[in-house]
């Protein structure tokens, strides 16, 4: 199928339905992406989102990230940001190339777009927050561990920020979203960006998704009193989970499987998320 003829970013049936070939594919060996591959990926799809905002069918022969009036928004105040990042201690290359490659004033209202690089949460609707990059970049970095991630799963697509930097991370990006606003607000981010290997799900996240489980890695953007025993047993073994787990005082958790039934658990630093919830609305 061409690109044309696809929907972005995939729906989860597109796997789904398709258990031989996902078995097939997981035997092959899979590459993270470089943070220069990362950067040449986001540049060319900046361009097609800079197209689609402008109603052209044709992307300019340019290789810039799409950007707004505001000076603020520019690659000197994102690569800032990044630079700010691992001054915090992210050390990891991949993760911050992916940092640097995805346009994060793109995710959020265009109104805040000036406060777009700031390390600071940002409303995007529903009582819920686009997460401030320094815990972005941390989580990845804790879950990716200097490996390979063949799949990864999201709880809390919210507007899909997250799942963007994962994509250039990982081989395959699930993300659930229990918001159905957001969900769909997540969709609408992500189209112009036209990136192959994330796949939305409408759901209840604290469930998981058993039906493509074994993950190399799960990720949780919302802060429950414990980490959900559904989600600590779709880990693969050798894969990490990473979560903010407590109420008013947070911690950010690391799980890691070990074997069939024996796991891991680190607590790493102090967080603050919005609450993990049940059900879907």
Known sequence: MSDKGKRFPLPLSSVVDQGKKRADSAVRSSTPVTAQTAARNAATAGVQARSAHSGSSHAPNSGTIPQRSAPLISDAVRKAMVDRVASQGVKDPIVLGAMQA???????????????????????????????????????????????????????????????????????VYSIERIKGLHELAKQNLRPLRIANIRLHYGDGMLGLP??????????????????????????????????????????QMIERTGVRDWTSTTVESCHFVPLRSGVM
């Open 211 to 252: 039906q493509v489980a074994p993950f190399d890695g799960i990720i949780l953007a919302a802060a429950g009193l414990e980490v959900p025993q559904a989600l600590v047993e779709q880990l693969a073994i050798g894969g990490r989970l990473v979560a903010p787990v407590g109420a008013r005082q947070q911690m950010l």
């Open 102 to 172: 995805i346009p994060r004033h793109l995710f959020i209202d265009q109104g805040l777009s000036t406060q777009a690089y700031i390390d600071a949460s940002l409303p995007i609707g529903y009582h819920q927050t686009i997460s401030q990059p320094y815990i972005v970049a941390r989580m990845i970095e804790l879950m990716r561990n200097g490996g390979t991630l063949k799949n990864v799963l999201e709880i809390g697509t919210g507007c899909g920020y997250q799942a963007a930097v994962l994509s250039l991370v990982a081989k395959d």
